[in-house]
């Protein structure tokens, strides 16, 4: 007879995402399982929002007992935790393709605002901590790929991995927040702002708002009537593309910098052993980086005083030359 299977060192949910969670207690005489239970509660966010989502309403869209799914899924938060899982499954391209790292981020970036385009209620969600679930560590394993060509820290790659994110998070919400205020509305046109803006136009004089008045008179903040009011994907483009540009200007810093002691990459595709020296070496490697940064700091103020102390001597000898 098999020892009893116990569950590994995870939150239970977490566990039964990765699949390594201890057999559930027999369940009904019906077949269940945690994947239909999943699929169920988010068909209902999808169709009303994550606050319809409960043990019993989903129990009841699959006929049976909500006691029937405590048997598989322990609490309604490891059941939000599944439905993260299940509802962003992230399309990691094949490894034959090539492509440059601004049009990797992009497409990793789309793919993020896709899932919150087809599950709105996931931004409803609150973050809870680093993501430790198989898809949410596919989805950063797939970022590192697009970036690892870039001559960042593993610090600089897992920051600029949280501000993407939050980017596509945060229009997500924006974009569900105003689709929903134009399907409640009784004229689309009170969304877009196009029925006030002949009062606005009135309202916004340059003596009280001199900066936003002619912007608004040229159409710039309110759409006029008649205008196309679907703008929402070039705002999200420029946004965007303005994100990467700060990344590229950062990696120009780095590499204008650091050229000289910048250590080879490793292949991507090369597995690292899990022994003690390879930690010692990575953490060697980390406190490499960091003094050789601290370095740089120091050479631009060295060379930041070097400016003013030749400044103030050209100074002194032009006042001498005068006296």
Do not use: C
Not at 129 to 150: C, M, Y
Not at 175 to 185: F, L, P, S, V
Not at 286 to 304: M, P, S, W
């Amino acid at each position: 007879m098999s020892p009893e299977r116990r569950d590994p060192e995870l939150p239970r949910g977490v566990a039964l995402a990765w699949g390594v969670a201890a057999n559930p207690q027999r369940g009904p005489k019906r077949e269940l399982s945690i994947e239909r239970i999943v699929d169920a509660a988010i068909e209902i966010a999808d169709a009303e929002g994550i606050g319809a989502v409960s043990m019993s309403r989903v129990a009841a869209s699959l006929g049976f007992t909500t006691m029937s799914l405590y048997r598989y899924v322990t609490s309604k938060d490891d059941l939000i935790l599944l439905m993260q899982e299940g509802a962003v499954t992230p399309p990691v391209p094949d490894e034959t393709v090539e492509r440059g790292w601004r049009a990797g981020i992009t497409a990793w970036v789309l793919a993020m605002r896709a899932a919150y385009r087809e599950h709105a209620w996931l931004v409803d969600i609150p973050i809870s901590g680093a993501p430790i679930t198989p898809n949410s560590l596919l989805i950063v394993d797939w970022f590192l790929r697009e970036v690892r060509s870039l001559p960042l820290s593993d610090g600089e790659k897992m920051s600029t991995l949280l501000l993407l994110t939050s980017y596509a998070r945060a229009t997500g919400a924006q974009e569900r927040d105003i689709g929903t205020a134009a399907a409640a509305a009784a004229d689309p046109a009170d969304v877009t702002g196009a029925n006030y803006f002949e009062a606005l136009a009135e309202l916004v004089t340059p003596e009280r708002f001199p900066y936003l008045s002619p912007l608004l008179a040229a159409g710039g903040y309110v759409a006029e009537p008649g205008t196309d009011p679907d703008d929402s994907d070039d705002d999200f483009s420029f946004g965007l593309e303005r994100i990467l540009d700060g990344i590229e200007y950062h990696v120009g810093r780095v590499e204008s910098g650091a050229a000289t002691a910048a250590a080879e990459p490793l292949p991507p595709t090369l597995e690292l052993p899990r022994d003690k020296q390879v930690r010692e070496a990575a953490k060697a490697r980390r406190e490499a980086e960091k003094a050789l940064r601290e370095a740089q700091k120091r050479e631009r103020e060295a060379i930041k005083h070097a400016l003013e102390r030749e400044k103030i001597a050209r100074e002194k000898a032009e006042r001498a030359k005068k006296e």
